[in-house]
């Protein structure tokens, strides 16, 4: 047991909860944005399947990180425009589409791998590293917290800049009265659909990040269906954060740690088999959800197209 | 579609985003530099015309049907079973743990009987957590049956790994089913009588959703909530009874597939049939005999695709593709069909 | 100060007139004097028109809304729109608020022809609508729904917001706190923030859908009070409404819609110059037709002339129905809907009780938890004598309970399902429609063409979906379903609604016809004319307690219009 407090095993577990929690962060956020003006996002797995694609191959080819995670982004938005189109514009049922997108996005990009890269499976040099300056010297914490990718820093900002948004600036108005009565943001003269759109190409970059952080940082490398669940979990995330984009990052922070358990428990010399830890994950989700069942609150309006005179 | 008589509209609504999807496909084989004429000549050919792939054909539309005689019962009631993968795979593993214990003292028609009814109950306990979350609570059941169905495939690989696995093999499985104790084949086909359980599944399913009172109460629900409450309908214990005999339709699926085709599960074995059967369903807009007739079609491609995967360099993810393809061409029609005018 | 409350307040109807009289502001000469004085003719010749409609059309699909319509609207006159519910009134004004356009004809706005394309080009022409539904985001506070529709980039500015809210709180005479969340306020005060909000950007002309449907008689007073304040500066008011006596009283200048054409107007002169009653068959001849006139028990009711209702009933027997502090508190789902609070009742064979109220004041609770849709958390409910307090919806049927929603699509019926489906709707499984548990959908279609052909619904077949039907054949449809023969009390919650004036007659009459067999009813509306005239007795909700019940009888309509103050019955 008293391996399990030793530094290389705490670094581990930090590090790893960090690294495995900002592509569920990502998610949570961008989900976040999108319910909160009435759009269910099922196909954001789908979408952080391209972000993760596209993300890969941009730094694969170009040698950039920051590139690369901009590619992802980018390929996140590709994805999400397809919601756009299909539920927002022409009001189809949200739902079949999402899991249009997430089927279709787990097959394109396994097929795309497959003729591109499945001969070799290029790997990626581990992305670059930005230790913090005083704090990253800390024993433990500072390899652990103060020594990641710059986008880990930014994800944490946007945070609070997301908490801002929300409450003080007409967007986060305007998503929230679209979300909540969109009869009553259009008589006010907001484009709801426009407003929708918006948020759905949010998710879509913020997702499509996700993504690319998953392949190119976590993994270094693309893997068909990598994603394994991650998008639902931040649409979990999304559900009981109840708008609060603070929630969201503690609920990754969460379920960070327990993906982190397997290569922590196995720097520690401990044998668990990785099934068990795998379900991990899922087994807090259901213990949160059933324990929070009361609690979580979804916007009235969600899931439902908006057309102008049905009130 | 606007003149054309009632049936062929029918037809064309559920022809059409299939043509579509096909032709999308294609041109995305093409850019891929992959002769999508020459693939899908191959996959009719090997799916359907050849007797030896006509079976294989066949014998794929059980696990299919059943699990989708699973989801008509849902959707009708409104209830979104996206858990579908855990249910089937964790009753297939029971079915595949329990079988080979009950094969020694028993006699096979109880061996296969109380097998196949295990399955389905597992299936059911497995949908019962977000079933009561949604009943009591309102809880979005999409959420709750993915996770389960996470959940559910890592447990089944647990299960396999630790508890029932084969100490006699290499690759972790559970202990094989005899072929002489699984269910038996059709005449001298390699097709086995699970078939007939999944199609008897499907009509009767049908049958009691258009011709019961239950299965009225149950469109009720799916249709209109509200309008369930206000006609005195117990809208949780509906709620109940709807998912788990979802769940048990997918377990008994899963079930057939172990003891009438594999007699065996192999660890990190996850057909994920659910993401085919889904959008099928949809296309059949939840009709029992319109399931039957796509579900070959799926089957024979599914069966002329992993053929191809292997023949022509063509993985058999691009199916995949395919379906999310017909989802989005079905949604699109409806669309178009909705804004036609109506009768004043 | 007193000058516009005096002068109107004389002729409206629900019981305002009484309550007035007991306001202290109200002096003879006032209540003598004409209306706004500062309409001398010659003023009146100056006003001009801020906005007009010219041979304006509107049609939808199988119907035309509007038909070559052209109006006027002036600055600070107050320009009344008359029909009856589906004369195009809320066409009208979605043209105006830039919801809808034109298909022919052209509006202009200061003398300009104008292509009102949105909301937000509407706002910009300087016109603002309170519409009848409120739009407001329950969730966001008073401020934040002020401040919705600026730029999206923007930070909002709080400070800048605040100063108008007060600048125009000052000038209507409010006093909201702003940073109340919306979905806390009571229905007026949501109502008074709505023309706060339309006024936002010093708007030129405000359209108000039917606002006092929501009023109580106070607040329809200060309604009238705000309204003149705004007249004085030289708005263009229009008020759209189907109550003449709300009309006569705040109106310069009426218009009078029947089926989407122009049907007349009386210009202000005209209209001075008139009596009560002239005014009165002028204005009903021009909305029904000169030789469709409804009969004269609606006359009078239309005319706020309201017929009274004598008890009918000898009360001998234990009462049929009971509720004896019935609380519906805490009980699951309520959605910002009042609960009951310790409300008690009783209810004899024949009779009907009357429920009136500002809507939202714990009605829907009431006919919920009679039908045994809610439970009650606290209180006994009786038929008969039998305790069913226990008992959900099937039990209350077989008692004999029966229900009319006031939610037609969204809770009694199932739009997609057929006519006979949904006749049946409440008996699913039980014989002789069901044997075993099979449906025998033989005889369910043909019990639905004999109800067809009874209560003479229109329906392309039994087969139809019910949604496509309209208002008024799914209310048949309804009635049909409830007040059957099994039926011994019945609750009916706004069996009008929405309907038109025929439609609304034939329900009237049907809940007559019910109780004259023996039936015990409940009939909650907001139109209290209607339930004048149909009632024994009429109770008054007020925050979910039953505040009083009346006897219909004289003096009937003050003593209901003080109950929905909150006062104790008098």
Redesign the interface.
């Known amino acids: 047991m008293s391996a399990l407090l030793t530094e290389p095993f705490l670094t581990a577990l930090i590090a790893g909860a960090v690294t495995a929690g900002m592509p569920l962060l990502l998610a949570g956020l961008g989900e976040q944005i999108s319910e909160k003006a009435g759009v269910l996002n099922?196909g954001i797995e789908g979408m952080m399947l391209l972000g993760a694609y596209t993300g890969f191959v941009v730094t694969y080819t170009t040698g950039s990180f920051a590139l690369g995670f901009l590619g992802g982004a980018l390929g996140g938005m590709l994805a999400s425009l397809?919601v756009l189109v299909?539920c927002i514009r022409?009001?189809?049922?949200q739902?079949?589409?999402g899991?249009?997108?997430t089927?279709?996005?787990?097959?394109?990009t396994?097929?795309l791998h497959?003729?591109e890269f499945s001969r070799e499976y290029p790997r990626l040099a581990a992305a670059p590293v930005w230790v913090l300056p005083v704090l990253g010297q800390i024993p433990v914490l500072g390899k652990a917290l103060f020594s990641h990718t710059a986008l880990v820093y930014a994800s944490v900002v946007l945070v609070a800049v997301l908490t801002w948004v929300f409450r003080?600036?007409?967007?986060g108005?305007?998503l929230?009265?679209a979300g909540?009565?969109p009869?009553?943001?259009?008589?006010?003269?907001?484009?709801v659909l426009r407003?929708r759109a918006?948020a759905v190409l949010s998710t879509g970059f913020l997702s499509g990040l996700g993504g690319a952080y998953l392949s190119i940082v976590g993994a270094g490398i693309f893997v068909?269906f990598m994603t394994?669940?991650a998008g639902?979990i931040g649409?979990?995330l999304a559900?009981l954060a109840r708008g609060r984009p603070l929630w969201v990052l503690l609920g990754a922070i969460l379920f960070g740690v327990s993906l982190a358990l397997t290569t922590a428990l196995q720097v520690a010399g401990i044998d668990v088999?990785t099934?068990?830890v795998?379900?991990l994950p899922?087994?807090v989700?259901?213990i949160v959800?059933?324990v929070f069942?009361?609690h979580?609150m979804?916007p009235p309006a969600l899931g439902s197209p908006y057309t102008?005179?049905e009130? | 579609m606007m003149t054309l008589p009632a049936p062929l509209a029918m037809a064309v609504r559920v022809v059409a985003p299939i043509a579509l999807a096909l032709a999308v496909g294609g041109f995305a084989l093409e850019l891929l530099g992959k002769n999508p004429i020459a693939y899908y000549g191959f996959v009719l050919e090997r799916g359907l015309l050849r007797p030896g792939g006509l079976q294989e054909t066949v014998t794929r539309m059980a696990p299919l049907l059943l699990i989708a005689a699973g989801l008509i019962v849902a959707f009708r009631a409104g209830m979104w079973n996206l858990g579908s993968d855990g249910q089937f795979l964790l009753a297939a593993v029971t079915a595949a743990g329990l079988a080979p214990a009950l094969a020694d003292t028993l006699p096979r028609a109880l061996v296969l009987v109380a097998s196949l009814l295990a399955g389905a109950l597992v299936g059911a306990l497995w949908s019962l957590t977000p079933a009561i979350l949604k009943a009591r609570f309102g809880l979005n059941e999409i959420i709750t049956t993915l996770m389960m169905s996470f959940l559910g495939v890592s447990l089944s690989n647990v299960l396999i790994k630790l508890l029932l696995r084969d100490p006699g093999t290499t690759v972790p499985q559970t202990r094989s089913l005899p072929v002489e104790e699984r269910l038996p084949r059709l005449f001298d086909t390699t097709v086995h009588s699970g078939l007939l359980i999944a199609l008897a599944a499907v009509i009767g399913v049908h049958l009691l959703m258009t011709r019961t009172a239950f299965g009225l109460r149950v469109q009720v629900l799916g249709t209109n909530r509200a309008a369930a409450v206000h006609a005195g309908l117990e809208v949780e214990r509906l709620i109940l009874a709807a998912f788990t005999l979802s769940a048990a339709l997918i377990g008994l699926g899963g079930a057939v597939e172990v003891l009438g085709v594999w007699g065996t599960v192999r660890a990190d074995w996850n057909p994920a049939y659910g993401a085919l059967v889904v959008p099928l369903v949809f296309l059949a807009r939840l009709n029992g005999y319109a399931v039957i007739a796509l579900t070959l079609f799926f089957a024979a491609l599914m069966t002329g695709g992993e053929s191809a995967a292997r023949r022509m360099g063509v993985p058999q993810n691009y199916v995949l593709v395919l379906v999310a393809l017909v989802l989005m061409f079905l949604a699109l029609i409806e669309y178009l069909d909705r804004r036609r005018p109506r009768i004043a | 100060m007193g000058r516009g409350q005096g002068a109107r307040a004389h002729e409206l109807g629900h019981g305002a007139r009484e309550v007035v009289a007991a306001d202290r502001d109200v002096t003879d000469s006032d209540a003598a004097a004409g209306p706004d004085a500062a309409a001398t003719p010659d003023a009146a010749a100056a006003r001009q028109a801020v906005a007009s409609l010219r041979e304006v059309t509107k049609r939808f699909p199988g119907i035309v809304a509007l038909e070559r319509v052209s109006l006027e609207f002036r600055a600070g006159e107050t320009h009344i729109l008359l029909g009856e519910n589906g004369a195009g009134k809320s066409t009208l004004v979605n043209l105006l608020a830039g919801m809808l356009r034109p298909d022919e004809g052209e509006i202009l706005v200061q003398g300009r022809a104008v292509r009102i394309t949105s909301p937000r080009r509407s706002h910009e022409l300087g016109i603002g609508v309170v519409y009848q539904q409120l739009l407001l985001v329950p969730s966001l506070t008073v401020l934040e729904n002020l401040m919705l529709g600026g730029p999206w980039w923007r930070p909002l500015r709080r400070a800048a917001a605040l100063a108008r809210f007060e600048d125009l709180s000052r000038m209507l005479g409010t006093r909201i706190d702003p940073d109340a969340r919306v979905g806390a306020l009571s229905l007026g005060e949501q109502q008074h923030v709505e023309i706060i909000r339309a006024l936002w950007r010093d708007e030129t002309l405000l359209l108000l859908d039917e606002p006092t449907s929501m009023l109580t008689p106070q607040g329809v007073l200060d309604l009238g009070r705000m309204l003149q304040g705004l007249k004085a500066r030289g708005t263009a008011l229009v008020l759209i409404t189907h109550k003449l006596p709300e009309a006569f009283a705040f109106g310069d200048r009426i218009s009078v819609l029947r089926q989407g054409r122009l049907a007349g107007a009386l210009e202000p002169e005209r209209l001075r110059a008139m009596s009560g009653a002239e005014r009165t068959d002028t204005v009903l001849a021009l909305m029904f037709g000169a030789d469709a006139e409804p009969a004269p028990a609606e006359r009078e009711r239309l005319a706020g002339r309201t017929v009274h209702h004598g008890a009918r009933v000898a009360r001998t027997e234990p009462p049929l129905l009971a509720l004896r502090e019935v609380s519906t508190r805490g009980s699951r789902g309520s959605r910002g809907e009042t609960p009951l609070e310790g409300v008690s009742l009783e209810l004899w064979p024949g009779e009907v009780l009357g429920i009136a109220g500002v809507d939202g004041n714990g009605q829907k609770h009431l006919a919920e938890v009679i039908a045994g849709q809610r439970a009650a958390s606290a209180g006994r409910i009786e038929i008969a004598g039998a305790d069913v307090t226990r008992g959900r919806v099937p039990e209350r049927r077989r008692a004999g309970v029966r229900y009319v929603t006031d939610e037609r699509l969204g809770e009694g019926t199932v739009g997609p399902f057929s006519v006979a489906t949904n006749l049946v709707l409440k008996e699913i499984g039980a014989a002789p429609l069901w044997r075993h548990g099979i449906t025998d959908w033989d005889r369910i279609e043909r019990h639905a063409r004999e109800v067809i052909a009874q209560y003479d619904i229109r329906t392309p077949s039994e087969r139809t979906p019910i949604a496509k039907l309209s208002g008024g054949n799914i209310q048949k449809v309804l009635l049909a379903r409830e007040l059957d023969p099994g039926a011994r009390v019945a609750i009916l919650n706004k069996p009008t609604h929405g309907l038109d004036f025929r439609n609304a007659q034939l329900a009237l009459e049907r809940i007559g016809a019910a109780a004259a067999r023996g039936l015990a009813l409940i009939v909650i509306s907001t139109e209290l004319d209607e339930l004048l005239e149909v009632s024994d007795r009429i109770g008054v909700m007020y925050r979910g307690r039953l505040a009083g019940i009346v006897e219909n009888a004289a003096q009937a309509e003050r003593r209901i219009g003080v109950l929905m103050t909150g006062a104790a019955a008098a």
Not at chain 1, 90 to 93: A, C, E, K, R, Y
Not at chain 1, 103 to 108: A, F, K, P, R, S
Not at chain 1, 168 to 171: F, N
């Open positions: 099922i397809i299909l022409l009001g189809l049922n739902i079949v589409i899991i249009a997108v089927v279709g996005m787990q097959g394109l396994s097929l497959y003729f003080a600036t007409h967007w108005l305007d929230e009265a909540q009565r009869a009553a943001l259009d008589a006010a003269g907001v484009d407003t918006a068909p394994g669940g639902f649409i979990v559900m088999p099934d068990v795998q379900m899922f087994v989700v259901m959800l059933v069942a009361r979580s979804l102008r005179g009130r």
